[in-house]
T-cell receptor, first 110, second 113 residues
Framework: QKEVEQDPGPLSVPEGAIVSLNCTYSNSAFQYFMWYRQYSRKGPELLMYTYSSGNKEDGRFTAQVDKSSKYISLFIRDSQPSDSATYLCAMRESNYQLIWGAGTKLIIKP | DSGVTQTPKHLITATGQRVTLRCSPRSGDLSVYWYQQSLDQGLQFLIQYYNGEERAKGNILERFSAQQFPDLHSELNLSSLELGDSALYFC????????????FGPGTRLLVL
């Protein structure tokens, strides 16, 4: 079993829909949780960074961490075709290396 | 633009050959990370250097090696290349030892024929 599980998709939704992307993990010591967005043939770029549990909102994006369930989510409101990309979750313990999910490919249909 | 640069953008070579990938971190960043991304494996951490010293090792093959130079740029050397080494190779950098956000370069696409 991988430490971080993420459905590779693809996930295809119509423009304007609310998108929910998720990762589950097995290591209860993870404290820092990140979502990266990667456009085709580009390097990943950081979208959201969360410490411990709770929600964090940035514009149309909301990151949610549920440590009791070992589950993190990224919500995208009013999705746009420009949101079409691969979304990777990453997480780590206090002083350890990032552990990455496999990435979910998201397609927003106009 | 993340500020991390990688050269070359594309590389086509033959099995058994050796190649060198180069990375320049963001100004002021001391850590450099190397990742391999292939279609069926996702993003795999290879190795991290901090201020010239190896800091952490991931799933790096013995045929691969890396170093970070005094000017903080880094090189990843891939030798005895195999077809399965075809992938995107990303470099990322961060200010310190690894607790911070990593900023990724545009990647080098390697094709081994």
């Amino acid at each position: 079993q991988k430490e971080v599980e993420q459905d590779p998709g693809p996930l295809s939704v119509p423009e304007g829909a609310i998108v929910s992307l998720n990762c589950t993990y097995s290591n209860s010591a993870f404290q820092y949780f990140m979502w990266y967005r990667q456009y085709s043939r580009k390097g990943p770029e950081l979208l959201m960074y969360t410490y411990s549990s709770g929600n964090k909102e940035d514009g149309r994006f909301t990151a949610q961490v549920d440590k009791s369930s070992k589950y993190i989510s990224l919500f995208i409101r009013d999705s746009q075709p420009s949101d079409s990309a691969t979304y990777l979750c990453a997480m780590r313990e206090s002083n350890y290396q990032l552990i990455w999910g496999a990435g979910t490919k998201l397609i927003i249909k106009p | 633009d993340s500020g991390v640069t990688q050269t070359p953008k594309h590389l086509i070579t033959a099995t058994g050959q050796r190649v060198t990938l180069r990375c320049s971190p963001r100004s002021g960043d001391l850590s450099v990370y190397w990742y391999q991304q292939s279609l069926d494996q996702g993003l795999q951490f290879l190795i991290q250097y901090y201020n010239g010293e190896e800091r952490a090792k991931g799933n790096i093959l013995e045929r691969f090696s890396a170093q970070q130079f005094p000017d903080l740029h880094s090189e990843l050397n891939l030798s005895s290349l195999e077809l399965g080494d075809s992938a995107l190779y990303f470099c990322a950098s961060s200010p310190g030892t690894g607790k911070e956000t990593q900023y990724f370069g545009p990647g080098t696409r390697l094709l081994v024929l």
